[in-house]
């Protein structure tokens, strides 16, 4: 992957079309790297392909200060770059001292600085409404496409067979999923569901409709919205950081990604909706954002906005807006303050009461997987809980090492050249695989809630098959029993299930469709949280007389809880893959509603993060972010290399000279050329070339666009103007053309260091106030530039890592 469309021959492409859609494709095939934006063109009565060059000779003299009206696109950033922090943070404070001081002067303005406090919160609330709806779109064409694929209502196609047997009149508490209205494909079309040929209809019918959703969900991604693929986790972590990428929160990739993530989970694939949820959020927030100029206009702002509805996608996600807003704090977030706290807080908790109100599951609650567990758990269990999160912590590491592989080889192989093959390949194997194994043929949300529950007297789960059931002992609860039959055919199956679930989630997360981790690594410790908690549970009935049960567990006695292993698993695995810690074991608590169970939720969520930390120090997102070369400074890694400042900075020695402006003394011409010449996001401005003293910084688009307007606005602006960045134009002899004043645009105060500043000085400095560069001095005359490539480069470096990964600035 090359950088070539960086390359500036002219500047027309800075009037070339934008859009939501052309952009890059995440992760792993070729980019466009084309320079669109969301600026309108300066000049729209100019020709399309009228290229960037010098205008005609005016006959005034007058100097012209343009700067002082606004330009548009002034202030702006290309694709691919990153904000300034500072500058947005200091453009938002002007804004609001010159609402706050207007407001004295009358009430229209006092009407107005109420309105644009007030607009935070309106924003927020609309997230919420707009996120929740969608969430329960999806949830519920999801559920009714899932058991399209084994059947179908034939009193109301729009049922859901869970739906449709509630409304019959003709079905038993034993056979309750099973009614005359619902039809097998084998049904419909032999008029049978028994015998080896009404199975081998109903298979075939099972892996055609999952090949059917999942070309359906490539294909619309592919031709669409490429950024529609994947989590969107790891790009949102690197947006929020300041990085642009237009067009991946945007429109068509909010309407394609709720498309294909319900075709995606409808396929049966090892993959869930819960990081896609986050991603479809954000683009909720980014699209309501135009609405109001406060977030329009400013980039910091705009990505305090993407943190709350970060915390709302996980709160419909999950059902969970606590375990959201500290998720968003702790997982995705780069700038949080506390204002932008309470705004997710509220924007979280609108989210879940949308949600609840849409009632997607018809329980009355958010999930489909809400369990409660009464048994307490027992001081020694802290030791298979533990085993658990040191099973999680290695399925963790593992998975990310092997993924990263396959994904790594997808990028730089023919594969990656293929995504609909991949996509439908894959799928064809889930779908033959799981088909004769119920626990896989069942969609991984309810596969977790079967493995969550607690068995009870009414259950007719296989896993709740136990030998003298009714042998009930005080306060109506079961004791351990002895496992039947049913009970050991699950256990095999389950075996196989876990095994499938580990091996195929590897290949499908990071394929061109949306696929998100948290179900799946849920999925795979609930099944061996669930293995491991009937081995105790008959361990307990069968030696109750050991040391190590008879003191809490007596014979007849309920004490083990297999749903409760199923649970702790599930948040082991979960927090081996991603590295989250506070923000899951509060998921976790809020799905299950007991407060009693947040120990062994920490424990096994600490160990799972020790372990795998000690296996690989990064996530799953963090991986992925720098598999795709995403300029994300990490906050949480401190850097311990004693370099300088000068051992980093651009030019090293033997390098060609820093490329620099002069504040008086260069003409339009010069400027023009080295634009051109150079692909540099800006340029430090000395007082000249011999002495080298920083004046400023101005970024190359600045300039572009300032002295485009200029050649329009200004008569007699020709290539041999001269361009000036001081208060007062400089002294010129009579009959030369008009002087261009571009003080307007100059950064008077861009952030410097000494050449013998410790990088790690620098390194904090770029991770807590979000620099895109910082000049590099000695005595005051500039030596060199440090941008945040190169830190991360540099960073990389230190960790005998590919500083070549790094591909954006």
């Given at each position: 992957m090359?950088n070539?469309?960086f390359?500036?021959?002219?500047?027309s492409?800075?009037?070339?079309?934008?859009?939501d859609?052309?952009?890059?494709?995440?992760?792993?095939?070729?980019?466009d790297?084309?320079?669109?934006?969301?600026?309108?063109?300066?000049?729209r009565?100019v020709?399309?392909?009228?290229?960037y060059?010098?205008?005609g000779?005016?006959?005034?003299?007058?100097i012209?200060?343009?700067l002082e009206?606004?330009?548009?696109g002034?202030?702006?950033?290309?694709?691919?770059n990153?904000?300034?922090w500072?500058?947005?943070?200091?453009r938002?404070?002007d804004?609001?001292r010159?609402?706050?001081?207007?407001?004295?002067?009358?009430?229209?303005?006092?009407?107005?600085?109420?309105?644009d406090?007030?607009?935070g919160?309106?924003?927020?609330?609309?997230?919420?409404?707009l996120?929740?709806?969608?969430?329960?779109l999806i949830?519920?064409s999801?559920?009714?496409m899932?058991?399209?694929k084994?059947?179908?209502c034939t009193?109301?196609?729009?049922f859901?067979h869970?739906?449709?047997?509630?409304n019959?009149?003709?079905?038993?508490?034993?056979?309750?999923?099973?009614?005359?209205e619902?039809?097998?494909w084998?049904?419909?079309?032999?008029s049978?569901?028994?015998?080896a040929?009404?199975?081998?209809?109903?298979?075939f019918m099972?892996?055609?409709?999952?090949?059917l959703?999942a070309?359906?969900?490539?294909?619309?991604?592919?031709v669409f919205?490429?950024?529609?693929?994947?989590?969107?986790?790891?790009?949102?972590k690197?947006i929020l950081s300041?990085?642009?990428?237009?067009?991946?929160?945007?429109?068509?990739?909010?309407?394609?990604?709720?498309?294909?993530?319900?075709?995606?989970?409808?396929s049966g694939?090892s993959l869930?909706?819960?990081?896609?949820?986050?991603?479809?959020a954000?683009c909720?927030?980014?699209?309501?954002?135009?609405?109001?100029?406060?977030?329009?206009?400013?980039e910091?702002?705009?990505?305090?906005v993407?943190?709350?509805?970060?915390?709302?996608g996980?709160?419909?996600?999950?059902?969970?807006?606590?375990?959201?807003?500290?998720?968003?704090?702790?997982e995705v977030?780069y700038?949080f303050?506390l204002?932008?706290?309470?705004r997710?807080?509220f924007?979280a908790?609108?989210?879940?009461?949308?949600?609840?109100?849409?009632?997607?599951?018809g329980n009355?609650?958010?999930?489909?997987?809400?369990?409660?567990?009464?048994?307490?758990?027992h001081?020694?269990e802290?030791?298979p809980?533990?085993?658990l999160?040191?099973f999680?912590?290695?399925w963790?590491?593992?998975?990310?090492?092997?993924?990263?592989?396959?994904?790594?080889k997808?990028k730089?192989t023919?594969?990656?050249?293929y995504?609909?093959?991949?996509?439908?390949?894959?799928?064809?194997?889930?779908?033959?695989?799981?088909?004769?194994n119920?626990?896989?043929?069942m969609?991984t949300?309810?596969?977790?809630?079967?493995?969550?529950?607690?068995c009870?007297l009414?259950d007719?789960?296989?896993l709740c098959?136990?030998?003298?059931?009714?042998n009930?002992?005080?306060?109506?609860?079961?004791?351990?029993r002895?496992?039947g039959?049913?009970v050991y055919?699950?256990?095999?199956?389950?075996?196989?299930t876990?095994?499938?679930?580990?091996?195929i989630t590897i290949?499908?997360?990071?394929?061109?469709?949306p696929?998100?981790?948290f179900?799946p690594s849920?999925?795979?410790?609930?099944?061996?949280?669930r293995?491991?908690?009937?081995g105790?549970?008959?361990?307990?009935y069968?030696h109750?007389?050991?040391t190590?049960?008879?003191?809490?567990c007596?014979?007849g006695?309920?004490?083990?809880?297999?749903?409760?292993y199923?649970?702790?698993?599930?948040?082991?695995?979960?927090g081996?893959?991603?590295?989250?810690?506070?923000?899951l074991?509060?998921?976790?608590?809020e799905l299950t509603?007991?407060?009693?169970?947040?120990?062994?939720?920490?424990?096994a969520a600490?160990?799972?993060?020790?372990?795998?930390?000690?296996l690989g120090?990064e996530?799953?997102?963090?991986?992925?972010?720098?598999?795709?070369?995403y300029?994300f400074?990490?906050a949480?890694?401190e850097f311990?290399?004693?370099t300088?400042?000068m051992?980093?900075?651009?030019?090293?020695?033997?390098?060609p000279?820093?490329?620099v402006l002069?504040q008086?003394?260069m003409?339009?011409?010069?400027?023009?050329?080295?634009?051109?010449e150079?692909?540099?996001?800006?340029?430090p401005?000395?007082?000249?070339?011999?002495?080298?003293?920083?004046?400023?910084?101005?970024?190359?688009?600045?300039?572009?666009?300032?002295?485009?307007n200029?050649?329009?606005?200004?008569?007699?602006v020709v290539?041999?103007?001269?361009?000036?960045?001081?208060e007062?134009?400089?002294?010129?002899p009579p009959?030369?053309p008009?002087?261009?004043?571009?003080?307007?645009?100059?950064?008077l105060s861009?952030f410097?260091?000494t050449d013998?500043?410790?990088?790690e000085i620098?390194?904090?400095?770029?991770?807590?106030?979000g620099?895109?560069?910082?000049?590099?001095?000695?005595n005051?005359?500039?030596?060199?530039?440090?941008?945040?490539k190169d830190v991360?480069?540099?960073?990389?470096?230190?960790?005998n890592?590919d500083?070549?990964s790094?591909l954006?600035n």
């Open positions: 090359d070539r469309g390359q500036q021959g002219s500047f492409s800075f009037r070339s079309s934008s859009s859609e052309d952009l890059m494709d995440i992760p792993g095939t070729a980019m790297f084309s320079m669109r934006d969301d600026v309108p063109p300066l000049d009565e020709e399309e392909d009228k290229s060059n010098g205008g000779i005016g006959s005034s003299n007058r012209m200060d343009f009206e606004p330009i548009p002034v202030g702006t950033y290309d694709d691919f990153t904000i300034d500072v500058r947005e943070k200091s938002d404070r804004r609001h010159e609402i706050t001081n207007k407001s004295k002067e009358s009430t229209w303005a006092l009407i107005h600085s109420v309105s406090a007030f607009s919160w309106l924003l927020m609330l609309l997230i919420g409404l996120a929740g709806s969608l969430a329960g949830d519920i999801a559920h009714w899932t058991d399209l084994e059947g179908i009193g109301g196609f729009w859901n869970e739906h449709c047997c509630w019959s009149d003709h079905v038993t508490f034993e056979d309750r999923d099973k009614c005359p619902w039809n097998s084998s049904q419909l079309i032999i049978t569901d028994e015998g040929f009404a199975y081998i209809v109903n298979y099972y892996v055609l409709w999952a090949l959703f070309f359906l969900a490539v294909s619309l991604v592919k919205a490429p950024y529609a693929c994947g989590s969107g986790i790891p790009e949102i690197t300041g990085f642009i990428i237009r067009g991946y929160l945007g429109k068509w990739t909010l309407v394609i990604k709720t498309i294909t993530l319900v075709l995606a989970v409808s694939l869930g909706k819960e990081g896609p949820l986050v991603h479809v954000c909720c927030g980014n699209i309501l954002c135009h609405c109001f100029n406060k977030y329009r206009k400013n910091a702002k705009r990505r305090e993407l943190s709350a509805a970060a915390a709302a996980v709160s419909v996600a999950f059902g969970a807006p606590i375990g959201g807003v500290l998720f968003s704090l702790e977030s700038y303050p204002k932008t706290l309470w997710s807080f924007a908790l609108v989210a879940a009461f949308t949600l609840r109100s849409i009632n997607p599951f009355s609650r958010l999930v489909l997987f809400y369990v409660e567990f009464h048994t307490p758990w001081l020694f802290l030791v809980f533990i085993l999160g040191i999680g912590g290695l963790g590491a593992l998975f990310i090492r092997t993924n990263i592989a396959w994904c790594r997808r730089t023919q594969l990656g050249k995504p609909v093959i991949e996509v439908l390949v894959v799928t064809a194997i889930t779908a033959i695989l799981a088909f004769p119920e626990y896989t043929r969609s949300s309810e596969l977790i809630s079967e493995l969550f529950n607690d009870g009414l007719s789960s296989k098959d136990y030998e003298n059931r009714f009930t002992s005080k306060g109506g609860e079961l004791p351990d002895p496992a039959v049913g055919s699950a256990m095999w199956q389950l075996a196989l876990l095994i499938l679930k580990i091996v290949f499908t997360f990071g394929m061109k469709i696929s998100g981790l179900i849920m999925a795979v410790g609930a099944i061996a949280g293995l491991l908690g009937v105790m549970e008959q361990l307990a069968y109750h007389d050991w190590i049960f008879n003191s809490w007596s014979q006695a309920d004490c083990i809880t297999p749903g409760l199923a649970m702790v698993g599930a948040a082991a695995c979960l081996g893959v991603t590295r989250m810690t506070v923000s074991v509060v998921i976790m608590f509603g007991g407060l009693e169970y947040i120990v062994p939720l920490m424990a600490m160990t799972s993060k020790w372990v795998a930390d000690a120090r996530g799953i997102y963090d991986a992925h972010i720098r598999l795709n070369g300029p400074l990490e949480k890694e311990a290399h004693k300088l400042a051992d980093v900075m651009k030019p090293r020695r033997n390098d000279l820093l490329t002069t008086d003394s003409t339009v011409e010069d400027v023009e050329t080295i634009i051109s150079t692909t540099y996001s800006g340029f401005v000395v007082v000249s070339r011999e002495s080298q003293r920083l004046v400023g910084f101005v970024l190359r688009r600045d300039l572009i666009i300032s002295i485009e200029a050649r329009k606005k200004q008569d007699g290539s041999t103007s001269i361009i000036y960045f001081t007062h134009s400089p002294p010129m009959y030369t008009p002087t261009l004043k571009l003080r307007n645009i100059l950064d861009p410097t260091v013998l500043t410790p990088m620098v390194v904090d400095i770029f991770r807590k106030l620099l895109r560069q910082c000049l590099v001095t000695h005051g005359r500039l030596l060199g530039i440090i941008t945040k991360l480069k540099h960073i990389a470096q230190m960790a890592q500083p070549d790094i954006f």
